[in-house]
């Protein structure tokens, strides 16, 4: 399945602007970005559910852009579930099937296959009203794919579910995905979920795409600011970068680092006022006169102390910012201290990219 420049819009607001992606067969793509970014438009987009302005949706060579839901081979799990309240399990995995012309002796066979397959084997006649949540959307699931689609679409399916059966209910997902071959791709706010479930992951922003990479890539090396902040690097330096022929130097308050042109990404940097930004659990708090070596070491003052569990939690005032900071050690509020932060750990961007003063 590919998308080549789809555009979509809502009376006369465009949401997506001219987005390209190609799903390989089997892969399971997570479509991840904040509210409002297109992610859910682009499913059901894919789906038929909502028209396409322009561009094209291709599935096994086809164009299917113009075609009705059930014409493009695929199934989708809602939300809300979407099952009949007043029918039984039998009754919902099997509607589809129902509406494709199925008799009720092959309906039957495939709900058993399907409930055997999803751990529901002697609930055809149950109400899926007198079902637990993760039981709802094993029979929404198994509605899906009692119809053998290619392709699975996800429209955020275990946000309604407690935190212990949503853990349950993203492997069980990913592991039938695999093991049916489908194509799957899942729209998700949760950033652990998406990590934990895709093995590719489409950052989307404001209707466009800003970037698409396996989790490790996207987590590792995120391609913009926005990429980097939405990804968990919520803390933000400024800086000055001042390339010469022997490498780097980065600046932000009191402090200073060298990048030495060996190091690889000297070169890479942008030059002038920049942004870094890092994760909560890169930095550590230095109360040392250790020389900085390959850290970057900014004189701090600790603000505020909470500890969530297992280590203390820290906001530091630093650079003229404040910092979040996640240290095994107990430090007392208003101490003056070093923040640490690993070169190699930030990532730095153009401060006119960032659209934040440096």
């Known amino acids: 399945m590919a998308v080549r420049d789809l555009h979509v819009a809502y009376g006369g607001t465009r949401v997506l602007h001219g987005v390209n992606i190609d799903f390989t067969p089997g892969s399971f793509t997570a479509l991840l970005g904040s509210s409002g970014c297109g992610k859910t438009t682009l499913l059901r987009a894919l789906s038929g559910f909502v028209p396409v302005e322009s561009g094209s949706i291709i599935v096994g060579g086809q164009d299917v852009a113009g075609l009705p839901p059930e014409k493009r081979g695929m199934a989708m799990v809602f939300q809300s ?36 397959f999803l751990g529901l084997a002697g609930y055809e006649d149950r109400k899926v009203t007198a079902l637990s949540g993760g039981q709802r959307q094993r029979v929404a699931l198994g509605r899906a794919l009692a119809i053998d689609p290619g392709i699975l679409l996800l429209d955020e399916p275990l946000s309604n579910l407690d935190a212990k059966i949503r853990m349950v209910m993203r492997h069980e997902i990913r592991a039938i995905q695999q093991r049916l071959g489908l194509t799957a791709v899942h729209v998700t706010h949760d950033r652990e979920e998406a990590m934990t479930m895709a093995d590719r992951l489409v950052i989307m922003q404001a209707g466009r795409i800003a970037q698409i990479g396996t989790p490790e890539e996207v ?93 203390y939690r820290y906001r530091v005032e630093a650079a003229g910012r404040q910092i979040t900071v996640d240290d095994a050690d107990r430090h007392e509020l208003g101490t003056t201290i070093g923040l640490r932060i690993p070169l190699q750990r930030l990532h730095i961007f153009p401060a006119s990219e960032a659209g934040i003063a440096a």
């Not at 930095?283 to 070596?293: F, N, Q, V």
């Open 81 to 116: 579930y979407a099952l009949w309240p007043h029918m039984t399990v039998l009754q919902n995995i099997g509607y589809g099937l129902k509406l494709r012309g199925k008799s009720k002796a092959e309906i039957a066979a495939k709900v058993s296959q399907m409930l055997s």
């Open 219 to 311: 987590y590792d090396r995120p391609a913009t600011a926005f990429v980097a902040n939405f990804m968990g690097a919520e803390n933000i330096l400024p800086l000055r970068v001042a390339r010469s022929e022997t490498g780097a130097t980065l600046t932000t308050g009191d402090a200073t680092a060298q990048v030495a042109t060996g190091a690889g990404a000297a070169q890479a940097l942008p030059a002038g006022e920049a942004v870094a930004y890092f994760r909560d659990d890169v930095a550590r708090l230095d109360a040392s006169d250790a020389a900085a070596g390959e850290d970057l070491l900014v004189p701090g003052r600790i603000a505020a102390r909470a500890y969530p569990g297992g280590v």
